[in-house]
């Protein structure tokens, strides 16, 4: 039997379509009127109107509605099938993170009373909650967008939250529809409508029903649960679902039911092809690129899915494939089609990934353009053998195909959301929103690989058919020869064929080794991590850009260590120096690094920017951010410090803050010749560093404390009173006293604390002799008196002031 692709597309049954045969007139019995006098018209049929089509009936609607039933059964069944999986990938531990037990949510109806607030709380809970999940995943895959609604009333305070998520697993999509076209085919093939017309209002049926019902469906299994005060409301229902359900339920039935009408002697595939070929050639030129793109890129994201799941584990991998295969295979053919992929999110720049920017994949993102270029040249190779020769001599169409796939780039991310999730109305934090989508010059770039794709058709397949017939056949799916036969090139066009052939293959050739020369040049000289490994080992030889701290954005103050004779003056520097890891952020990128400073390991991150290029071609990277530690050191009782080989000034609160470079830095205090502070050691290498001071009194503070007490008591042991003036001894007596004289026979001895104040340590005593006089009779007297005497001393500078209290 002959394939049905190689027959000529069957024309549409007309007898199912076509009105019965209205019955004979009577032959005429009159003569034929005179030449020249019209002949006398019928009789107009009387009560004109519409009438209505045979095949507009209940039996239309029943098929309609019945195929709209056996889509939401397939689209459930798909559903949990997916479910399933993903429940396996959970218990897997592939979304460990969400792995909370959240029993205590969902798991209590009962309703009881907060003692402490002395109020009762109840629980609301939707039975149908149970199918939620079937239905976000069934609405997802046709436009639906998962809104959620989060509501609390706490002591007066109404809180509304409102979030979404919007993600079309493509694979899921692609199911749901092809069990819509398979029914329709099966059904108009076994009871054909009864024409055009009739598939098309079955379709819309089909649709409208499809939408209508699932979207109530949705609504009614949407997740509710409410827990005073507190309640949460999660749901697909929507504008969103009603729109892509039906729009895409109605193609899908429509396009079986064609199928059918195109082919109705073969199978599901035979009917598709025949279908295919009646539509408008560009339809099937652009089917084919997309076809020879979907099974190279696809094939490779199960390739880099084999190699993930060593690392992860397959059984967390693999169950959830059809969630993200279809969005995956998408990303990876707008990277090798020269696009990006652009991610973004609240308070942080866009990340795109391209081979602009390739990060960390700039081998892997090469292979997907050399992927790209493979798929174009094969749908190239199959367009040019179906296309008319007589064709590939008229240019002027040559722009058709190119302009065609860069449309539909530009409106894959529109058609197919991209994954996202937003967040609205949060207290506090307001708004937040993260996603990923192809970057919007794809549809530029697209261009020039559609440029491949029809240069190919139209002059490599001539060249391929002469030389290599059997690789065409190969290519072609066993078609050597175009649609109309092939028209003989004469030898000057054979050689202007071959040599823009050969032309065309040494360009791409050149571009693509210029392209990863740049990238290897870029990479070893130009790159993130070179310009970071360079930085370290400047620091390793005490080498430092004083413009660095600026560009960071650290004032003058905080500063002040971060200079190249600052990090000359530490004690030793940072050793073996090593960056482990660089990610990049559009023009950001932050390099992870790894020292050893002081004999212990440290790690630390360096931030870079790009500024520019270098000769127009490589990015110029600088550092904005260095690779810097806070330093604190705690000094209260001092006027300054000394870090390294610089002098700080201490201010008010008594602790200096700023930042340094790793390495070991020698802190002391310039405290003056009557406080001094010992020499500690600061490591600056982690994210901070802290150092106190404590400043002891020195012996030259002593000895003039000393000298002064002498002094002091002197003075006082030279009056001849019982209670000498301001000094911190004295004897009571009862009567007259008179021949007093005092004599220190023990000098205090003082502890003085880094503040400044002193107590005694070790008491004086001095000793004191009289004559006492009362009631007329005279005495001679002595005793040993002990002195207590503290104090503060203050210093500025050199001098020295000192205030006395006794006790």
Request: aromatic fraction near 8%.
């Amino acid at each position: 039997m002959s394939d049905v692709s190689d027959a000529q597309p069957q024309p549409e049954s007309e007898a199912a379509a076509a009105p019965p045969p209205a019955p004979e007139a009577p032959a005429s019995t009159a003569e034929a009127p005179a030449s020249g006098v019209p002949p006398t018209a019928p009789p107009a049929p009387t009560g004109g109107g519409w009438t209505r089509p045979e095949w507009a009936g209940p039996r239309l609607l029943y098929s309609g509605l019945i195929h709209a039933g056996v889509g939401l059964g397939a689209g459930l069944v798909i559903s949990i099938v997916v479910a399933v999986l993903v429940a396996v990938a959970i218990a897997a531990g592939a979304f460990s993170s969400l792995g909370a037990d959240y029993s205590g949510l969902v798991g209590g109806s009962d309703s009881g009373t907060d003692a402490s607030a002395g109020s009762s709380s109840s629980v609301a809970f939707n039975p149908l909650s149970v199918f939620t999940g079937l239905f976000l995943i069934f609405g997802m895959s046709l436009w639906g967008h998962v809104s959620a609604k989060f509501t609390a009333d706490i002591s007066g305070v109404h809180i509304e939250a409102h979030g979404g998520v919007t993600a079309v697993p493509i694979v899921v999509t692609v199911a749901l529809l092809a069990a819509l076209v398979v029914w329709g085919w099966l059904v108009e093939r076994r009871r054909p409508s009864g024409g055009a017309p009739a598939r098309i209002a079955a379709a819309l049926i089909t649709g409208a029903a499809y939408a209508i019902v699932l979207t109530l469906l949705s609504l009614a299994c949407s997740f509710y649960l409410k827990v005073d005060p507190v309640a949460l409301w999660l749901t697909t229902a929507g504008w969103r679902l009603l729109l892509g359900a039906f729009v895409l339920g109605t193609v899908s039935a429509w396009l079986g039911r064609e199928f059918a009408a195109a082919g109705p002697g073969g199978g599901f595939w035979a009917a598709g092809r025949a279908w295919l070929g009646g539509v408008h050639p560009l339809v099937r030129e652009v089917t084919a690129v997309a076809a020879s793109g979907t099974v190279l890129f696809g094939l490779a994201v199960l390739v880099a899915t084999a190699v993930a799941g060593a690392h992860v584990g397959y059984a967390t991998l693999l169950p959830t494939l059809p969630l993200w295969f279809g969005n995956a295979v998408v990303f990876a053919a707008s990277l090798g089609q020269l696009g990006g992929i652009r991610g973004s999110s609240t308070g942080s720049h866009a990340e795109t990934l391209s081979v602009f920017n390739p990060g960390d994949f700039a081998p892997w993102l090469w292979v997907t353009i050399v992927l790209a270029v493979i798929a174009a040249v094969i749908a190239g190779v199959r367009i040019g053998l179906e296309r008319p020769a007589e064709s590939r001599r008229e240019l002027r169409s040559a722009w058709l195909l190119p302009t065609a796939i860069a449309v539909l780039w530009a409106a894959l991310p529109w058609v197919f959301d991209a994954p996202g999730v937003s967040i609205t109305g949060i207290p506090v934090i307001g708004d937040l929103h993260a996603g990923v989508t192809v970057a919007w010059w794809t549809f530029l770039t697209s261009l020039v690989f559609g440029a491949i794709t029809e240069a190919t058709a139209r002059f490599a397949v001539p060249v391929l058919q002469a030389s290599a017939p059997r690789l065409v056949a190969v290519v072609g799916a066993g078609r050597t020869t175009a649609a109309g036969g092939v028209v003989p090139l004469s030898r000057v066009g054979r050689r202007v064929v071959a040599g823009s052939a050969i032309g065309l293959g040494v360009l791409c050739v050149l571009a693509m080794v210029g392209s990863l020369v740049i990238t290897g040049v870029a990479n070893t000289l130009y790159s993130p991590k070179v310009v970071a490994e360079r930085y370290l080992d400047d620091l390793a030889a005490g080498h430092v850009d004083a413009s660095a701290a600026d560009d960071a954005g650290i004032s003058k103050a905080k500063g002040v260590l971060l200079t190249e004779d600052a990090l000359k003056g530490a004690k030793s520097l940072l050793k073996n120096p090593k960056v482990t890891s660089v990610s990049t952020s559009g023009n950001s990128a932050y390099a992870s690094v790894s020292f050893t400073v002081g004999g212990k390991k440290e790690t630390g991150e360096v931030q870079l920017k790009r500024d520019g290029t270098v000769g127009l071609l490589f990015p110029d990277w600088k550092i904005s951010k260095p690779l810097t530690t806070a330093v604190i050191v705690s000094a209260p009782d001092v006027s300054k410090v000394t870090i390294g080989s610089v002098s700080v000034d201490v201010p008010d609160s008594g602790q200096v803050d700023v930042y340094a470079y790793p390495g070991v830095y020698e802190v002391d205090a310039d405290a003056g010749k009557y406080f001094a502070a010992p020499t500690q050691e600061l490591v600056a290498g982690g994210s901070s560093a802290i150092v106190s001071l404590e400043v002891q009194p020195t012996d030259a503070l002593a000895d003039e404390l000393n000298a002064r007490a002498k002094k002091l008591l002197d003075g006082c042991a030279a009056q001849h009173v019982v209670a000498p003036t301001d000094c911190p001894f004295e004897e009571y007596a009862f009567g007259d006293t008179s021949h007093v004289t005092w004599k220190i026979t023990k000098y205090p001895t003082f502890t003085i604390n880094a503040d400044g104040t002193f107590y005694p340590d070790d008491v004086g005593e001095a000793h004191v002799e009289y004559t006492e006089s009362y009631f007329g009779e005279t005495e001679q007297e002595s005793d040993d008196v002990s002195i207590y005497l503290g104090g503060k001393v203050t210093v500025d500078g050199d001098d020295l002031t000192v205030e006395w209290e006794s006790y």
